[in-house]
């Protein structure tokens, strides 16, 4: 079984700054892990995701994430928020097998102050 | 631009009506997929075609009908429905069953 959490359900970040949200998964088999975006009136738009490999995955607008299989988390960063950078935001874990399996994270709405 | 296509952006319909949602995806993709959100929730998965063959959420009402009339082409037929229906329906493709889901920009459902 798996299943994704995703702390905060919104996060509040000041133009130029760190921007965290974090998620930490559950799964018994190997995780295919994945971030997407949704800006408002839109779907979800892939922004990195991990499959195999090197666990520093870097993806599109300047994010990235790191895999820690120790601390089954998959936290997303970007070291300076744009305010286009304001949508939701939802991990995700798949089994490496099926797409169609995929379990979404409640989403975290990012929030940019000028 | 998003690679999927979907068609209509909004869409209001009675409880009696029939309507159908449509989507489109020119990559060559052989999975397809509906999903429904809700307002400040997840997508949640209705339907799988993969390789043209069915995969149904069996907690999905009957008033939901999938079609894949071929590999670029699934279609969502809509009658009966509830004003609890009224979300987000969002298409997505696939290369495959491991690769990322490539998303429309959804039809806006309200059902009055």
């Known amino acids: 079984a798996q299943s994704v959490t995703q702390l905060g359900s919104h996060v509040s970040v000041s133009e130029g700054a760190l921007v965290l949200l974090r998620c930490n998964y559950s799964s018994s088999v190997p995780p295919y892990l994945f971030w997407y975006v949704q800006y408002p009136n839109q779907g979800l738009q892939l922004l990195l995701k991990y499959t195999t490999g090197a666990t520093l995955v870097k993806g599109i607008n300047g994010f990235e994430a790191e895999f820690k299989k120790s601390e089954t988390s998959f936290h997303l960063t970007k070291p300076s928020a744009h305010m286009s950078d304001a949508a939701e935001y939802f991990c995700a874990v798949s089994p490496w097998s099926s797409a169609s399996k995929i379990i979404f994270g409640s989403g975290t709405r990012l929030s940019i102050r000028p | 631009d998003t690679e999927v296509t979907q068609t209509p952006k909004h869409l209001v319909m009675g409880m009696t009506n029939k309507k159908s949602l449509k989507c489109e995806q020119h990559m060559g993709h052989r999975a397809m997929y509906w999903y429904k959100q809700k307002a400040k929730k997840p997508p949640e998965l209705m339907f799988v075609?993969?390789?043209?063959?069915?995969?149904i959420n069996e907690s999905v009402p009957s008033r939901f009908s999938p079609e894949c009339p071929n590999s670029s082409l699934l279609n969502l037929h809509l009658h009966a429905l509830q004003p609890e229906d009224s979300a987000l329906y969002l298409c997505?493709?696939?290369?495959?069953?491991?690769?990322?889901?490539?998303f429309g920009n959804g039809t806006r459902l309200t059902v009055t």
């Open positions: 997505a493709s696939s290369q495959g069953e491991n690769s990322p889901l490539h």
């Open positions: 075609y993969s390789y043209e063959k069915l995969s």
